[in-house]
């Protein structure tokens, strides 16, 4: 070690202790950050952990190596190989046991002094110490020293070494003789002891990878290489071994030596350390020089050594721990996948874990599987309350919610629909009232038409067609000039009345029935749902300040004397038509501090010269309904399609649903819940919505048959097919031309024709099963023969009777709870008359009686046959998920 | 708000795909191990293994259902060059009252001479089609013209994407509007390479599939892809995994009716997100595509979610181990509200986001 370039090693038997060698050795022990055994002086190494420096030892000068006693006792005892070859026996930390004094200090001197390259302990016969030293003329470069050995005989030459050396030594510490002698006239640049065989040491020598037995020190098992540095073994398969050379490193199978088995791609840069990973099989990390990353190989095959047409899977990985430079890293022993790195410089550590590759998935009812490592972690989406404030659900969830509260079923008091979708959507809201009356509206005038016999052509399209459609075709548009109600001034506001006109405020929602300026049931609903505001700037829009007041008044009472609603109430009565009043000057400057956007227009129609309400038209935190509404009643026909124009185009931008009021279910709402499902994925609310249109356009379109069929197959994903029964069954009476044909027919053995009476009684779907429903067919006749040619239909393989006889109790499972439930289920005990058969082995009978023997039966009840029926269908077995 | 518990997966290595069928009640793993396992979950919602076989002789990389119209049927690929494709039958009387289900195998495809990396079947209403894609850059679609036949599968067509393939993704759409259309990603690390991922479509003309874009702005490996369901929309969304996750729209451009060519699609990036630090590996929609979830080289998994502008945010952040997720506050505690900063560093600045808030939650069971 030279003292810029520092090494890390773990302490064989604590997890928590490394140390750190560069110019000295640092022991540190590692533990969670904040614990109570923290004291100033730590070293953060990740968020979690940080280390504490127990101790420092730099007696030994010229650090070239280190290795750690592989035993536990003594702990805390280092080799550390020298520039001058010596290797020094040395510990740090606290207390030393005898064993430990007595070895601590030791020296062992070869012959020659040379550069100590490497050490290795020897793992299971732990008094064994290898060196691997730098080539001297002829001398052996692998020296095997016992540690336990008795201080040398030969102290005068011992004594003469002595003299050699730069430090001044007891010589009563000094080893001279190796146990063994390796490797003559060579150089070893890394050993390892090999874990198949404790007497097997590998040496990476000038040239070559040798294999030295140390019971025949004579013989050698070599291959020549440059793939020499950093020779280290896989713990977890021994025969595999890795070695680098420059860039690039070699992985070798030691029962075929010849060549290595691998070469890993090639790296720009020197690669400084290669090291497998002791906690997971064939993870080996490499780090090059002057880089702050570790490259990884994940090695996911075993080699065999005769297998040569598969090479192994690996899979690279580049991780950086840390953003400086690294100098070294160490695996942790026993920490799955975790390591500690060194900086380069300054001895910046970081505490590091390689984390498996994680792959998920997302199943249909929104729960999160993921895969890390071995193991399996699935992740769902919790109920609880308290969060959701906070987070809005997803639309996935909402849409589940939604199928199982009815959402769009109700065909009666459309409106409804938007409680059953939760009632918190503004958005939904509104649709759904648009669609209310568009239905209504369309409703009602049937009915006229019917009584003025179709004196009108098509209302109904253009009822459908939106208020867009609606004001297009304006003509015998009236002004009137009218008086504010309750006082004779006259104002200067004009307001425009026209049949079309009025249609869209019905439309709106503002008018039911009777003449136009009519809006006090509408004013009345108003203040039943608390929309005190909203109730007065409709009552001031009809220019009744006197009711917008009273409104207000009410409203500051319910609400227990809200303020801000009486002083707007006191501010209007001050109202004032003159041009340049104070009053005028100051509501249109405080009028934008009012937080309720209706107050607000309230005060901007009041305020702005007639004929130019850009103040109300504009403002879009105000419901599109009443904005068209307010437009109906003072914009003239040349301004009115203009603004509607622009509008609709906003909305359909926006997939505003308010804007079907404009668009109506027409190619052009299309669009606009085109873009709504773009935004939203709503294909729920799409579906419904569309329905509801007129079969001829809208339905034909192919985004709208899209949304249909995507929303039944999230229905079908989530189990919920009665749900999705039921929107079919929804759907046919809207849209007959979706209904399917029947799919099965049952026909005679005999004649060949269908037995059934009539060929529109209910289909049913089905893979492996189908029903012929006797009970409920048509003619309400008992049929036990082919209606065609009378021979007898087939018996039921269980009682024997002819097809089409009422099914009688099984007396055989003596079951009486089940006997119970069939009769008081009536509908069940209607199915159990309906004849089943297997598709695979074409037996049958009444499905009462099937049912019964497959609850104890896996087999088929004909004699001889083993058709397991039941199990052929394996959708069959699954249970809808909103069955109630 | 998520909550994670532990399922005791008993592979014996690394599990490297999880797949769900379309009901969400089974879940296939393969793993290094060479084995598949098949898990059926119990009404009280608790996973149970039914099957678990030697499928091939290497890691199998993926495993994928195929829709339950046409059976209970699995398909595999591995590093043994080779995919294959499993059906379940029905098993011994006292198989099924232990709760083992028995699969076997009805085909291996043995076209690939290298490593299969990807198996995905086509949306059903292409019939039953599996796709393939390999270590050299071929994607090899399969086709069982009779679906009671699961042993007879055709090669119908054989694409050489150039680059080494490692995942594909097929468009879910059913929409007669768009043509079948899959994208491939390749995991060559070479920048210079260019696009990484590319997207094919099938031409009714010459009844071929050519290729109609190729994303030329992804030029890192990319380790996973994902069309989200298309759910009726008039674009297609489509995630990566690559260096950071990304998120591209690609919206059709209307095509006159003469045009014979491919689609042309106006390509917009929507999201790209480096919070994984270095490597994204997985990427996954949900079934409205309104939730991605992600997983990277930091251990986690993150999950992903839109606003109504379409800004997409971190809602949600996961230890890879389900242990909860412990901040700069050093509180590990089973529900905390970790605000931006942590993550804000490293939000990726497009489209003005922000990091804001991100609930995280993950509670370990102690299973």
């Known amino acids: 070690m030279s003292g810029s370039k520092p090494d890390i090693l773990w302490s064989p038997h604590h997890p928590d202790r490394y140390v750190i060698c560069d110019s000295e050795l640092g022991l540190y022990r590692i533990g969670p950050v904040g614990s109570a055994e923290a004291k100033a002086g730590t070293l953060p190494l990740s968020e979690e952990t940080a280390a504490t420096l127990l101790a420092i030892n730099s007696d030994t000068p010229y650090m070239k190596c280190v290795a750690w006693y592989p035993k536990h006792e003594p702990e805390c005892l280092l080799a550390v190989g020298q520039a001058n070859g010596r290797v020094v026996l040395t510990s740090l930390g606290q207390s030393h046991n005898s064993a430990c004094k007595e070895l601590v200090g030791k020296e062992f001197v070869p012959k020659h002094a040379r550069q100590c390259n490497t050490l290795a302990w020897n793992p299971v016969d732990s008094n064994l110490l290898a060196a691997g030293l730098d080539k001297h003329r002829a001398d052996f470069s692998v020296l095997i020293w016992d540690i336990s050995s008795k201080l040398s005989p030969e102290t005068s030459v011992a004594a003469e070494k002595i003299r050699l050396s730069s430090v001044d030594l007891d010589s009563s510490t000094v080893v001279t003789k190796p146990l063994y002698e390796l490797g003559q006239n060579d150089a070893c640049l890394s050993l390892c002891w090999l874990l198949r065989d404790p007497k097997l040491l590998l040496a990476g020598m000038h040239r070559n990878l040798a294999i030295f037995d140390l019971r025949n020190t004579s013989q050698k098992t070599f291959v020549n290489t440059k793939a020499i540095q950093g020779v280290t073994v896989d713990p977890h398969f021994h025969d595999r071994v890795a070695s680098f050379f420059e860039g690039q490193v070699a992985i070798w199978d030691l029962r075929k030596f010849e060549k290595p088995v691998l070469t890993l791609t090639e790296q720009p840069k020197p690669l400084t350390k290669v090291a497998w990973c002791p906690t997971r099989t064939g993870l080996l990390a490499t780090l090059t020089r002057d880089s702050n990353i570790i490259r990884l190989y994940d090695m996911q095959h075993t080699p065999t050594p005769i297998g040569d047409e598969t090479e192994p899977t690996i899979i690279e990985r580049s991780v950086q721990p840390c953003e400086s430079q690294i100098g070294s890293f160490a695996w942790h022993p026993s920490s799955q996948n975790r390591m500690v790195v060194v900086s380069a410089t300054n001895r910046v550590m970081t505490d590091f874990t390689v984390f498996e590759r994680i792959s998920l998935a997302w199943s249909s009812t929104t729960s999160l599987m993921w895969a890390c490592g071995r193991h399996l972690y699935e992740c769902v989406e919790d109920s609880a309350e308290g969060v959701e404030s906070m987070i809005e659900k997803d639309i996935a969830t909402k849409m589940r919610e939604r199928a199982q509260s009815r959402y769009g079923h109700d065909t009666v008091q459309v409106w409804r629909n938007h409680l059953l979708a939760g009632g918190k959507d503004a958005q939904l809201k509104s649709l759904w009232h648009d669609l209310f009356y568009i239905l209504s509206v369309s409703h009602m005038k049937q009915c006229a038409e019917d009584m003025e016999l179709k004196l009108q052509g098509n209302v109904q399209s253009v009822v459908y067609s939106g208020i867009k459609n609606i004001v297009k075709t304006t003509s015998g548009t009236t002004e009137s000039r009218r008086c504010w109600i309750g006082s004779d001034r006259q104002t200067d506001v004009l307001r425009y009345h026209s049949e079309e006109r009025c249609l869209a405020l019905r439309l709106c929602g503002w008018i039911s029935r009777g003449t136009d300026t009519d809006v006090e049931n509408f004013l009345r609903s108003l203040e039943q749902e608390h929309e005190w505001e909203r109730a007065a700037a409709v009552a001031l829009f009809n220019l009744d300040i006197r009711r917008a007041i009273q409104i207000l008044n009410k409203g500051a009472m319910a609400e227990k004397g809200d303020l801000n609603l009486n002083v707007v109430a006191m501010a209007l009565s001050g109202y004032t038509d003159e041009k340049s009043s104070l009053w005028r000057e100051m509501c249109s400057s405080l009028r934008l501090q009012l937080k309720n956007p209706y107050l607000c227009i309230m005060f901007a129609f009041l305020t702005s010269e007639p004929g130019a309400y850009d103040g109300v038209l504009y403002e879009s935190s105000v419901a599109v309904r009443d904005r068209v509404a307010f437009a109906c009643m003072f914009l003239n026909d040349a301004q009115l399609p203009r603004y509607i124009d622009r509008l609709t185009l906003e909305m359909k931008e926006a997939g505003n649903l308010e804007g079907i009021l404009l668009t109506g279910l027409t190619k052009d709402g299309v669009d606009l819940m085109e873009s709504y499902v773009d935004r939203t994925g709503d294909v729920q609310t799409a579906s419904f919505c569309m329905l509801k249109g007129s079969p001829g356009e809208v339905l034909k379109d192919p985004r709208v048959q899209c949304w249909i069929e995507n929303y039944r197959n999230l229905l079908d994903a989530w189990r919920f097919w009665h749900k999705r029964a039921e929107f079919d069954i929804h759907r046919g009476k809207l849209d007959p031309s979706s209904k399917p044909l029947a799919q099965v027919f049952v026909s005679c053995n005999f004649c060949g024709k269908s037995i059934s009476y009539s060929c529109s009684t209910i289909p049913h779907q089905g893979r492996g099963f189908s029903q012929y429903g006797v009970s409920g067919s048509p003619t309400k006749s008992k049929v036990t023969s082919c209606p065609g040619c009378r021979k007898p239909l087939p018996r039921c393989a269980l009682c024997l009777m002819n097809m089409g006889t009422p099914v009688s109790n099984c007396q055989g499972t003596g079951k009486s709870d089940e006997k119970v439930d069939l009769t008081r289920e009536n509908k069940l005990a209607q199915f159990n008359n309906w004849f089943t058969w297997c598709h695979n082995c074409r037996h049958g009978g009444h499905a009462g009686h099937m049912l019964s023997w497959f609850r104890d039966h896996t087999e088929c009840p004909v004699s001889a046959c083993t058709c397991k029926c039941m199990q052929l269908d394996t959708t069959g077995n699954l249970v809808p998920s909103d069955s109630s | ?367």
């Open chain 2, 1 to 367: 708000m998520f909550v994670a518990r532990s399922i005791a997966a008993d592979h014996k290595d690394l599990i490297h795909d999880v797949s769900y069928d379309f009901h969400g009640r089974r879940m296939a793993t393969c793993s290094s191990d060479q084995s598949v396992k098949v898990w059926d979950k119990s009404e009280n919602g608790e996973w149970h293994c039914t099957a678990s076989w030697k499928t091939h002789s290497g890691s199998v990389w993926r495993v994928t259902w195929a829709h339950p119209e046409f059976g209970q049927v699995l398909a595999s690929c591995s590093f043994d060059r080779t995919a294959a494709v499993w059906e379940e039958i029905v098993g011994e009387s006292n198989d099924k009252q232990r709760g083992l289900s028995h699969w076997i195998k009805r085909t291996t495809l043995v076209d690939s001479r290298t490593s299969v990396t990807d198996v995905k079947f086509a949306p059903k209403h292409m019939g039953l089609m599996l796709t393939t894609c390999s270590a050299d850059g071929v994607v090899r679609i399969y086709e069982a013209p009779d679906v009671m036949n699961l042993s007879q599968w055709s090669l119908q067509h054989e694409i050489s994407c150039k680059l080494s393939c490692s995942c594909i993704s097929w468009n879910p759409s059913s929409s007669r509007a768009h043509p079948p259309m899959f994208a491939v990603g390749s995991d060559d690390s070479n920048v210079t390479y260019g696009g990484k991922v590319q997207i094919y479509e099938y031409n009714e003309n010459t009844r071929k599939y050519g290729k109609a874009e190729t994303l030329m702005t992804v030029t890192d490996a990319v380790h996973d892809i994902a069309f989200a369901p298309n759910l009726g929309r008039s674009f297609h969304v489509l995630a990566i995994a690559t260096k950071d996750v990304r998120i591209f729209k690609l919206v059709p451009m209307r095509k006159e009716s003469t045009s014979t060519g491919p689609t042309k699609f106006e390509v917009q990036i929507v999201a790209q997100f480096d919070n994984h630090n270095s490597q994204v590996w997985r990427v996954s929609w949900n079934i409205t595509s309104t939730l991605l979830a992600s997983s990277g080289d930091d251990g986690c998994v993150r999950l992903w979610k839109a606003n109504y502008m379409d800004n997409w945010k971190c809602t949600g952040i996961l230890k890879g181990d389900g242990s909860p997720l412990t901040g700069s506050s050093g509180q590990p505690s089973a529900m905390s509200t970790v605000l931006g900063s942590s993550v804000q560093s490293s939000q990726n600045a497009l489209n003005g986001m922000s990091a804001g808030s991100c609930l995280l939650t993950s509670v370990l069971d102690s299973h």
